[in-house]
Each structure stands twice: as structure tokens, then as C-alpha cells.
């Protein structure tokens, strides 16, 4: 049975983006991972396979496994388990990984995992120091910021964790970065609990960035989202078909040694990873 959730703007030659069924062991186990083709890419370099890595090209009537296209894309990564599990279904075309260290709070721990799963992969990572914005902006997410609040992610309080356009900061210098290397996409792992709170995660943004990069930059690069719709268990649901290494990653906005449990995003990975969380967190 073939099945489609809706259109996104190809990430080769821009055009209608096809998102397709993925594939374990041969059988249709979702709908929700994304192509990232048209179906005119799609037919010339083929659709991922989760968890193998290779390809699946699709004539009407069968698939045929064919290798594609490779090593086009830079992802923005933290450390946390959105973006690391986004790492690993995404390795075989990710040339590079950039974390950036603006003054979080919780940074200093993000960037170990980050480095520890780069390397673990073979993905070189650049580290990019943004000290501006813990001097200037205001956040409690920053080390120059107040207390970071407790509660669930959607309280009205969290909104104290945002940092003003982070993602648009941090995606301009991303897509500079993927021209300058001759890449062709910029990946990052907002997801839909994110639309929330943070306006700089929300789907019009995305493709506002999307189509600025495009008109802005030679190599026509694309901003994307894949996991924009998601919630952050189906996520985490994908991580364990991936076999992602969750111990591996860090959430606590308090950057503790040992996950508080208490503030928002430890209460949302505690949900999200609810049935297989090796993380420890405070009593």
C-alpha cells in the first residue's frame, strides 16, 4: 500500500517535495519520514530506506534499492535527542555537523554529546563560539540570564527560556557555511512541541529561512525541517527503530551534571522517552 503526506519543496531543484512511506526490513512501517525529493529527483536519486541506508526507487508498480545521492547536506546539531536522532537517519548524506555555543546554560553538556555521536559516526563537527548573544540578549535559557523555570513545556512561564531568533541566527550562519562547502541543504530538528513557544521553530518560519537562502545564496541551499510536524515520542519512537544511543544525548536547561527532571525540557524527554529512558535524573 502506497501512502503520501503532503508536499515541501525539493531540496535539489526545488520544486514539489514527495514525502514518502519509510521502509524496515522491506515493510511499511510509517508514512511520516521525509524524502526531501520531487518525484523527478525522487526517480533520479532515490528515497531513503530508514535504518539501512540505502535507497528505494519507486516505478508505479515496485521498489527497486538503488544507491543515492550522498553527502549533500549540514546539519545543526546540539547534542539533544532531537537532533541526534535526526544525526544518525540522516548520516549517510551528512558532510557536516556545526554546534554552536551561544551561553546556554545547559551547552557545556550538550557539546560533549555532540561530540561523542559525530565522532562515533565519522561526521566531522565544527564547533562555533556566539558569545554575543549571552552577553547581549535576554533569556533565562543563558548563563547570563535568571533561573530556569520548572514546569511543563507549554506553560506560558517557559516562554522565559526563549532566546530572540536563535534559530534564524544560527541558520544564517549555517547556510554561509553549507554555500561556502558546496552543500545543498541545511538541516535542523525543531518539532511540532516546539510551535508553542518558540516562534523561531514554527513552520512559517522554516520556510521563510528556506526561501531566503534559496534566493540568497548561489548553490540555492535549502533550509529543512523534517521532523516540523512530529511530536517529540514520535521522534524518540524513531530513535529506537535507529537504535540512537539516548544516554548519549542531553536536555536539561539547567545543565546539571544530572537531568533535574523538573524543567520543561526534562519533563518532555521524560514523555517522550516514557518505556526505554536510560537517563538519570535528580530525585
Known amino acids: 500500500m502506497k501512502r503520501w503526506c503532503g508536499e515541501e519543496h525539493c531540496n535539489i531543484c526545488g520544486t514539489n517535495l514527495r514525502r514518502v512511506p519509510y521502509f524496515v526490513d522491506g515493510k511499511i512501517r510509517g508514512a511520516t519520514c521525509w524524502a526531501l525529493m520531487c518525484s523527478g529527483c525522487h526517480e533520479k536519486y532515490g528515497v531513503r530506506t530508514l535504518g539501512t541506508g540505502l535507497g528505494q526507487k519507486y516505478d508505479g508498480k515496485t521498489f527497486e534499492k538503488i ?5 549533500y547536506m549540514l546539519l545543526i546539531y546540539s547534542g539533544g535527542m532531537d537532533s541526534t536522532v535526526l544525526l544518525h537517519e540522516f548520516k549517510q548524506d551528512i558532510k557536516l555537523a556545526v554546534h554552536f555555543n551561544y551561553g546556554s546554560k545547559h551547552n557545556m553538556q550538550e557539546v560533549k554529546c555532540a561530540r561523542i555521536n559525530t565522532e562515533r559516526l565519522g561526521i ?3 564547533e562555533i563560539p556566539l558569545p554575543f548573544i549571552n552577553e547581549l540578549f535576554k533569556s533565562d535559557l543563558l548563563r547570563s540570564g535568571g533561573e530556569v523555570p520548572e514546569g511543563h513545556y507549554e506553560d506560558a512561564v517557559m516562554k522565559r527560556t526563549v532566546v530572540p531568533f536563535r534559530n534564524g541566527i544560527m541558520l544564517a550562519i549555517a547556510v554561509g557555511l553549507a554555500d561556502s562547502k558546496g ?6 530538528a525543531n518539532h511540532g512541541g516546539d510551535h508553542a513557544i518558540y516562534p523561531d521553530c514554527r513552520e512559517g518560519f522554516q520556510e521563510a529561512m528556506s526561501r ?3 534566493v540568497g545564496t548561489y548553490q540555492e541551499i535549502r533550509v529543512q525541517s ?4 512530529m511530536t517529540k515520542r514520535q521522534i524518540a519512537m524513531r530513535g529506537q ?13 539547567k545543565g ?6 523538573k524543567c520543561g525540557t526534562c519533563v518532555e524527554r521524560k514523555e517522550a522517552l516514557d518505556g526505554f529512558d536510560p537517563t538519570s535524573y535528580l530525585p
Open 67 to 71: 544507491e543515492p545521492r550522498r553527502h
Open 124 to 126: 566531522p563537527l565544527v
Open 183 to 188: 552543500l545543498r541543504v541545511v538541516l535542523y
Open 212 to 214: 531566503a537562502a534559496r
Open 226 to 229: 523534517p521532523y516540523q510536524l
Open 241 to 253: 527503530i535507529l537504535e540512537v544511543p539516548f544516554n548519549d544525548t542531553y536536555s536539561c536547561y
Open 256 to 261: 546539571g551534571d544530572v537531568h533535574c527532571g
